[in-house]
């Protein structure tokens, strides 16, 4: 199985919305609505933001968004905030009950 | 609130077989709504799906790793295992154990993970 693919850097000025794609295929993306975006800074483990492509875990905050059209999903940051610079990757599950994550985007808050 | 604690050796000879342990603390592993997973992230890149075990021993591997990996997981002591024979310095990475709810709101997604153990390959 193949990484899902995203874009190597976003960035925004605080208060500007962003978007962060990630591509996959049909044997995964497109395949079931099981895509997770998690959050990663420096030295920290990933926390997860998304999941079920637009579901927020308790305690994200609903600035955080998430869809998904076809083989590609996508995660919103609205009203960029200082702290959301980090790492963000997506996941989905796959046909063959497994999981795969994504290259992984770098968020710059200019 | 659960806790996960991933623990072992930081360096590993090339060749020889990298095992680690994750202790699953204020939950039972025993819950049939999980899977308890191993996730690993070389310096300075991405994210990489191992693998995930179910507490009766069922196992999914990442293709990649397949022919390396085991995944156990001993239900008495609340730990779960991870093997990877023939090591090389491309194995070189932190390594997580995360939990994935299969059942309830929340599915399908890593909710939980450790803080992460860093293991170097080298002689």
């Known amino acids: 199985q193949s990484a899902l693919t995203q874009p190597a850097s976003v960035s925004g000025s605080p208060g500007q919305s962003i978007t962060i794609s990630c591509t996959g295929t049909s044997s995964d993306v497109g395949a079931y609505n099981y895509v997770s975006w998690y959050q990663q800074h420096p030295g920290k483990a990933p926390k997860l933001m998304i999941y079920d492509v637009s579901n927020r875990p308790s305690g994200i905050s609903n600035r955080f968004s998430g869809s998904k059209s076809g083989n590609t999903a996508s995660l919103t940051i609205s009203g960029l905030q200082a702290e959301d610079e980090a790492d963000y990757y997506c996941s989905s599950y796959t046909s063959s009950r497994t999981q795969v994550f994504g290259g992984g985007t770098q968020l710059t808050v200019l | 609130q659960l806790q996960m604690q991933e623990s072992g050796p930081g360096l590993v000879k090339p060749s020889e077989t990298l095992s680690l342990t994750c202790t699953v603390s204020?939950?039972?592993?025993?819950?049939?709504?999980?899977?308890w997973g191993w996730i690993r992230q070389p310096p300075g890149k991405g994210l990489e799906w191992i693998g995930s075990?179910?507490?009766?021993?069922?196992?999914y591997y990442s293709p990649s790793l397949k022919s390396r990996v085991t995944i156990s997981v001993d239900t008495s002591k609340n730990q779960f295992f991870l093997k990877l024979s023939s090591v090389t310095a491309a194995d070189t990475a932190v390594y997580y154990c995360?939990?994935?709810?299969?059942?309830?709101?929340?599915?399908?997604?890593?909710?939980?993970w450790g803080q992460g153990t860093m293991v170097t390959v080298s002689s």
């Open positions: 204020g939950g039972s592993i025993s819950s049939s709504s999980y899977y």
């Open positions: 075990i179910y507490y009766s021993g069922s196992t």
């Open positions: 995360a939990r994935r709810p299969i059942f309830g709101v929340l599915t399908n997604a890593f909710d939980i």
